[in-house]
């Protein structure tokens, strides 16, 4: 479709009418031009048909559905709660999430690198920030429900459903953040919300926005990067030789196989030309990010991964003031389990063929399963280096 045009009429599910588009300057035009909103109450004629408890909810609440002067404010006060200082301050708990995961399995001389690593990462992490139990099978149930695309009945009540019941949730730990406030990022947002700068539903949209956002993009992009890595043992031996290079090969795996692939949902608000073709008001845009990262008019060999790529603009933390927030918390946790990984388990494969590994379903391009092997491991605490033998 990319070599054809960059922009192109299409059909999802057989229903609904939406432009893709995607080259990638194409992609960056629309995703910093006010004429296209996030807003989907701007587009009546998907909106139409649906039931209101599914046109506006409390997922319709937050910066990603969101268009200033309400984006500007919001993201002001999730910026004040999620600031730099405060994920750097993670650093030392990423380490030892990451050490106490690997040392589940390290012994064992294999194991899965999704249910084991890559899952109960970004859980664990986003919990920890915004202040709130662990609780891995009921948030992982809920994200399962809330990210499968809206293909029928069944899945719709299952949205509703996980919905509904984070809704409950997050209430519930608002309540206790009031009345007992801590040193987090949910505690921050109900101060936010005690000066009247957020709404009741803005509140618990922020707050399972931060933690869908926080956890299913990374667990996806983190299994994805991992399989690309040992697909590609020449890449993967050089960042084993120098790990320091591990950070700027963030960019180049997201920009090889990145979780938001399919694209990002835009609505025009009047009729917009890009690229010679105008899209008139009302419609639905899709920003085909997994395109325009493998656009070969901005990127020489595109579907070559190299890690040492230099002027990487790739679009997988997307652009513009809808750019990622959590941006440096995924890379904290993307380069603190490549690192450890690559130190501790220096001889891991893939346990099956890359075609036999099983696709997550849903709108974002992850795995269900990466299962590896390895020459068996002591834990972190005995030396990682050793061999269990």
């Known amino acids: 479709m990319r070599a054809e045009s ?51 909810n409390v997922l319709m609440e937050t910066l990603l559905a969101s268009d200033p002067p309400d984006h500007t404010r919001m993201r002001a006060i999730v910026g004040r709660a999620f600031t730099a200082r405060r994920v750097a301050a993670l650093a030392p708990r990423v380490q030892e999430i990451v050490d106490e995961l690997l040392d589940a399995f390290a012994a064992n001389g294999r194991g899965d690198l999704v249910e084991g690593l890559a899952l109960p990462l970004p859980i664990a992490v986003i919990c920890e920030l915004l202040g709130v139990p662990f609780a891995r099978e009921r948030f992982r149930n809920w994200s399962v429900g809330l ?55 803005e509140l618990v949209g922020l707050a399972i926005m931060l933690f869908l956002s926080g956890h299913e993009t990374t667990l996806c992009f983190l299994a994805n990067a ?88 790739q679009l997988g933390f997307g652009h513009g003031i809808h750019h990622c927030l959590g941006a440096a918390l995924a890379r904290l946790e993307i380069v603190t389990a490549l690192t450890t990984l690559l130190r501790r388990f220096p001889d891991m494969e893939l346990a099956v063929p890359v075609a036999d590994l099983p696709r997550r379903p849903g709108m974002l391009r992850g795995l269900k399963h990466v299962p590896v092997t390895f020459t068996p491991r002591r834990t972190s605490q005995e030396g990682s280096l050793d061999s269990a033998g």
């Not at 995607?22 to 989907?40: I, K, M, N, Q, Y």
């Not at 949910?186 to 101060?191: K, M, Q, Y």
């Not at 845009?285 to 395109?291: E, F, K, Q, S, T």
């Open 6 to 56: 960059p922009v192109h009429r299409a059909t999802m599910r057989g229903e609904v009418g939406v432009w893709v588009v995607t080259g990638h300057d194409e992609c960056v035009a629309v995703l910093t031009d006010p004429r296209f909103s996030a807003d989907l109450e701007a587009a009546p004629r998907i909106t139409a048909g649906l039931p209101p408890e599914r046109r506006r």
């Open 147 to 201: 990210a499968m695309p809206p293909a029928d009945g069944a899945t719709l009540e299952r949205a509703d459903a996980a919905r509904a019941e984070m809704t409950e949730f997050f209430l519930e730990q608002i309540a206790l953040k009031r009345a007992e406030p801590g040193d987090d990022v949910l505690s921050a947002l109900v101060t936010a919300h005690a000066n009247e700068d957020v709404s009741d539903d």
């Open 226 to 313: 991992l399989v690309a890595l040992l697909t590609h043992p020449g890449q993967l031996a050089a960042l084993r030789a120098d790990p320091g290079q591990i950070p700027r090969a963030v960019d180049e795996l997201l920009r090889y196989d990145g979780p938001v692939a399919r694209g990002v949902a835009r609505f025009t608000l009047e009729d917009v030309p890009i690229a010679g073709t105008v899209i008139p008001r009302g419609e639905m845009v899709m920003v085909a990010i997994g395109a325009a990262n493998r656009d070969p008019a901005r990127f020489p060999d595109p579907d070559v991964l190299d890690l040492t790529r230099e002027n990487n603009p």
